[in-house]
């Protein structure tokens, strides 16, 4: 249910950046509308969405994921000086190495969806902390389904 | 920490006279000792030759020790005693007797075996130290009571800022004497120091000896630092480290604190092992999404690989021959442990339980595979022959993985982690314990931080 608010927001705010774009022009780094610097890491996390999450113990892009990572790519057309790395997470409910590997699988299952999409694969990094630097922090279902998640980042 | 070369000098035969004046020859009389020591009724000492321990009777019915303070110089004597009682008392196989029934304090040059009779005692451990300048002369004795024996003999030599391993090294003396194997006393492990919340959770490399003195931090906590392994050597380890933001397995070498890349392979690599004769290191490598196992030869840092195909093949163990590699993969569906020979051939799946398993460790004596079962909601450690036969579970709670064996076989550590009881992560834990592979005393490893992935050195060289 998270996703589909940022989704709304998402949608939304994007709106925003469109108009806000011939400011940002004039303006450079400028916020001229107030909102956060266009191609910035705080546009990706507002306006478009950094993550995706995953079902346990699997790393296959879910249909609720497609829509931020596609909007990911767009914005990354965009602004196509910005690299970006994607980090793949675990819930804590996996063995630390397996996990690893796990998360690895998830960061590059998101870099393969943005590749597909038309982003060059030399701007988008990857890497897996597995179940080691967790989103939540609490022992529940709710906690795992943040963990398992892959995080676009500016680099 | 004391470097290797200061190793306790155990002395020749022709420095300890005044042993010698007491046994007629060390080996004569280690042979009565043992035999005398069955006569006595003790489990599984009868034959001298592969004798067990009677882990049935000795849970139940721990061996009966009394341990006086070693005369002379103190305050070593004293100190060497508590540290000998402490190592026999977490075995879990023997019961210090309590000191103050004691009769006398053992300062006879031969013992009153009455007086440890009365009180119960089956061996009576005594001991002398001297100073010689910055250098201490240990001289230990370990006796049977019952037919009024002395068992060994034995003096060392050592800086006095070494007396902790005179301890530990007389601690395994006592052990295999009276139990018929060796001890995994003069040890240490290196470990994973966790602190701060888990989101930033700041682990750093760490070492202790067995018993958790002599802690020390390797690296600063300024990059995650994860599953460190020993070297046999003991003075080197691998571990995984994120130095700066690329996860890679490193050497870390003990004595000098230097770091360095294995080696500049492509992807992450991570989950490093040694081979028994060092001389190489399994580890698994993300190449193209699938992680596979890899064997790094430490000389030409060569890369050779076992394994292949769309899976994630991870935890490579070889077993102590060097001949067979255990690892856990999830080609089959869901994590699973597999065995295959060392060049990657003859590939065969060994777990069929239920739930899935992770993290196997091959025994060093060969004769099991340690691992975590995740089934249930739980997690657990359990042990299985290696053809996947005998399983049985050790342990289990919420959560615990990474068993490591002392290098005797008989001991494993892992680390168990409490679940955080909110959303800021209020309650969690992770922590270091040690149980007997029969599943009984189970206790914790007393860290300064939270800890986890412990690893199990060989006796120290």
Known sequence: MKTKLLGVFAAAALLAACESTPDQSAAGAGQTSGGPRPGSQEDLVVNVGDRVFFDFDRYDVRADGRPTLQRQAEWLQ?????????????????????????????????????????????????????????IALGSNEEAWAQNRVAITSVR | ???????????????VEALRTLSLSRRALLGAGAASIAAAGLPGTASGQGAVIDITRARTDPLPVA?????????????????????????????PVDRRAFVTQGQEA?????????????????????????????????????????????????PAANWRRIAHICSDAIYERLLGEKGYFDTRIVYIAESGPRDRRIKRLAIMDQDS????????????ALTPRFHPSVNQVAFMSYLRNEPRVYLFEIDTGRQSLLGNFPGMTFAPRFAPDGNSVLLSAIRGGDANVYSIDLRTRAERRLTSGPSIDVSPCYSPDGQQITFNSDRGGNQQ???????????RRISFGQGRYATPVWSPRGDLIAF????????????????????????????????????NGRVLAFYRESPARDTRGGGYSARLVSIDITGFNERAIPTPTDGSDPAWSPLLP
């Open chain 2, 1 to 15: 920490m004391t470097p290797f070369s200061d190793r306790p000098r155990l002395l020749t035969d022709t420095q």
């Open chain 2, 110 to 158: 031969t013992p009153r075996f009455a007086d440890w009779r009365a009180i119960g005692a089956q061996a009576l451990v005594t001991g002398r130290v001297e100073q010689q300048g910055d250098r201490l002369r240990v001289e230990f004795r370990l006796w049977d009571v019952l037919p009024g024996q002395q068992i060994q003999g034995t003096a060392y030599t050592t």
């Open chain 2, 337 to 347: 442990l597999y065995v295959m020979n060392a060049d990657g051939s003859n590939v």
């Open chain 2, 372 to 407: 975590t079962r995740i089934a249930g909601g739980n997690f657990a450690i359990g042990v299985m022959r290696p053809d996947g036969s005998g399983e049985r579970i050790l342990s289990e709670g919420y959560q615990m993985e990474g068993p490591t064996f002392a290098p």
């Open chain 1, 78 to 134: 965009r602004y196509n000086t910005v690299n970006v790395q994607v980090a793949g997470h675990t819930d804590e409910r996996g063995t630390r190495e397996y996990n690893l590997a796990l998360g690895q699988r998830r960061a590059n299952a998101a870099r393969d969806f943005l590749v597909a999409q038309g982003v060059s694969g030399a701007r988008v990094s990857t890497i897996s902390y597995g179940k080691d630097r967790p």
């Open chain 2, 213 to 224: 003195e002599n802690h020390r931090f390797l690296t600063d906590g300024s990059w995650l």
């Open chain 2, 67 to 95: 341990i006086t303070d070693f005369q002379g110089a103190q305050p070593y004597g004293a100190q060497i005693a508590q540290v000998i009682s402490a190592n026999l008392a977490r075995s879990g196989l023997f019961r």
